[in-house]
């Protein structure tokens, strides 16, 4: 049985041919949904037995005008580029990190394309103009409740932390709060999706709301039954937020986010769990005798679960899924079973190498995954564990926490005001890797900080619409 655990380090236990051709990517399919969802049509990838019956096309039209439309729709999708599908959380809990500058040339030297934020960092967005680095931003959680119980706010927060930095950085995703829906708070469950709608509205008011997605990032907490995973369930508790949730998500073409560490079900049960299954190794994997199909290890076999949960939540469409954390810790306290550069590098090189060959899930293998690992930097301040403070590929003065495989230039401004408390060997060697960044969450309320990021939209097509000339200029 696996375990899937979120990152709040509580752990959570749930109950667990036909010639040639060339599949569109998880972008590509999200463009055909989109389109198709105009032609009244229902595609779905996902290769589980209750969503195959929904692969309907439910207009009637002449065979070749339908043919003619539906290749016209998916040879548009194709002809686009291939997005990057890794990324890095970049978080800022922490008092010895380096100027965000600084982290900008380590980020070139990852050959990084995207960064998350859980707020939106001011310094951080200006740092990065010009950069053609997209970003990721969040609304913290402290927001959440305001922007649901008055739609001027969310406005205003546009014209505050988005209009100023367009288009010079380019922002293409807002995430609200993160994994409100397995806290406690009751208030926060109830405003998550109006404050999610409120900021879609706002964005469309600018004319900017096709060129940046909503959504909100969910622990794994948020599944009743997990393994296998065809047999992927929400809890029922959440059902009356997850359903209207996942149609908010289809109706904008937005992705549903997940925090997954197979990290944790290791730490939980390292007697049981077979550690090469959860780093990637070769192993003999675990079959799910519903669908007969083999994992190879503990990620895919999470995400599919989240699949089949989103699958048998009768919402209507299907939804790109995509991972917004996920990571491996270099160091821990004496109970921290697994916690090790060792297997910090392979976990995390594993997974740069699965995703760089464009590979989704056994439940859907067509669509290349979208993963975001947890994170740049080691962050000192981060409370709970050492764990918590030893997720960074990077140690705050730049040097490698352990050897995935790039070769980091050196960086000037280090502050240096805090200890990096050991993060590992530095033996950081060989070429550049391509990674995404985003940053991960901060512990100071309403203030600047941290998230994940997703989605490409160069900010050379972003027309500016007049309400954003004015904070431009």
């Given at each position: 049985m696996h375990r899937l655990y979120g990152r709040d380090r509580s752990l959570k236990r749930t109950n667990g041919g036909h010639g040639t051709f060339t599949m569109p990517t998880q972008k590509q399919q999200s463009l055909l949904r989109y389109k198709a969802r105009d032609l009244s049509i229902h595609l779905c990838g996902c290769h589980f037995r209750r969503c195959r019956e929904s692969f309907t096309l439910p207009i009637r039209l002449a065979g070749p005008m339908a043919l003619r439309l539906l290749l016209a729709v998916a040879v548009g999708a194709l002809a686009l580029d291939l997005a990057a599908a890794l990324g890095v959380n970049y978080g800022q809990v922490a008092d010895n990190l380096p100027s965000p500058q600084d982290a900008a040339v380590l980020l070139r030297a990852l050959k990084a394309t995207k960064v998350k934020l859980y707020d939106a960092d001011a310094r951080v967005l200006s740092a990065f103009a010009g950069s053609g680095v997209d970003f990721t931003v969040g609304v913290p959680d402290n927001l959440v409740p305001r922007l649901a119980s008055n739609p001027s706010a969310a406005a205003?927060?546009?014209?505050?932390?988005?209009?100023?930095?367009?288009?010079?950085?380019?922002?293409?995703?807002?995430?609200?709060?993160?994994?409100?829906?397995?806290?406690?708070?009751?208030?926060?469950?109830?405003?998550?999706?109006?404050?999610?709608?409120?900021?879609?509205?706002?964005?469309?008011?600018?004319?900017?709301?096709?060129?940046?997605?909503?959504?909100?990032?969910?622990?794994?907490?948020?599944?009743?039954?997990?393994?296998?995973?065809?047999?992927?369930?929400?809890?029922?508790?959440?059902?009356?937020?997850?359903?209207?949730?996942?149609?908010?998500?289809?109706?904008?073409?937005?992705?549903?986010?997940?925090?997954?560490?197979?990290?944790?079900?290791?730490?939980?049960?390292?007697?049981?769990?077979?550690?090469?299954?959860?780093?990637?190794?070769?192993?003999?994997?675990?079959?799910?005798?519903?669908?007969?199909?083999?994992?190879?290890?503990?990620?895919?076999?999470?995400?599919?679960?989240?699949?089949?949960?989103?699958?048998?939540?009768?919402?209507?469409?299907?939804?790109?899924?995509?991972?917004?954390?996920?990571?491996?810790?270099?160091?821990?306290?004496?109970?921290?079973?697994?916690?090790?550069?060792?297997?910090?590098?392979?976990?995390?090189?594993?997974?740069?190498?699965?995703?760089?060959?464009?590979?989704?899930?056994?439940?859907?293998?067509?669509?290349?995954?979208?993963?975001?690992?947890?994170?740049?930097?080691?962050?000192?301040?981060?409370?709970?564990?050492?764990?918590?403070?030893?997720?960074?590929?990077?140690?705050?003065?730049?040097?490698?926490?352990?050897?995935?495989?790039?070769?980091?230039?050196?960086?000037?401004?280090?502050?240096?005001?805090g200890n990096d408390n050991g993060n590992g060997a530095n033996n950081g060697t060989g070429g550049g890797a391509g990674l995404v960044v985003a940053e991960g969450p901060s512990e100071t309320g309403g203030g600047v900080g941290p998230g994940t990021g997703y989605y490409t939209i160069s900010s050379a097509t972003l027309k500016v619409p007049n309400c954003l000339r004015d904070y431009t200029s």
């Open positions: 205003t927060w546009v014209r505050a932390n988005i209009l100023p930095h367009l288009p010079a950085t380019s922002i293409t995703t807002v995430t609200v709060g993160n994994e409100v829906l397995t806290g406690t708070d009751t208030t926060m469950l109830r405003s998550l999706l109006p404050a999610m709608e409120s900021l879609h509205a706002a964005l469309a008011a600018c004319n900017i709301s096709s060129h940046i997605a909503v959504t909100t990032a969910h622990s794994l907490a948020v599944l009743s039954s997990s393994f296998p995973p065809s047999s992927g369930a929400f809890r029922h508790d959440l059902l009356p937020y997850i359903t209207p949730l996942l149609s908010f998500l289809a109706k904008t073409n937005s992705p549903f986010l997940i925090n997954a560490y197979p990290y944790f079900a290791y730490k939980g049960d390292p007697g049981s769990v077979d550690l090469d299954y959860v780093l990637f190794q070769s192993n003999a994997g675990v079959l799910d005798v519903a669908t007969g199909l083999r994992y190879g290890n503990m990620l895919h076999a999470q995400v599919d679960a989240v699949r089949t949960a989103i699958c048998a939540a009768d919402y209507g469409r299907a939804v790109e899924i995509q991972v917004s954390e996920t990571g491996w810790p270099s160091q821990g306290d004496g109970d921290e079973a697994g916690a090790s550069p060792q297997n910090a590098a392979r976990y995390n090189g594993n997974l740069m190498r699965l995703v760089a060959q464009r590979k989704g899930t056994p439940g859907a293998p067509g669509e290349p995954l979208q993963v975001y690992v947890f994170a740049l930097f080691n962050e000192n301040q981060k409370p709970g564990p050492a764990s918590e403070r030893h997720y960074g590929l990077f140690k705050p003065d730049g040097t490698p926490a352990y050897d995935v495989g790039v070769k980091a230039p050196t960086i000037g401004g280090w502050k240096g005001s």
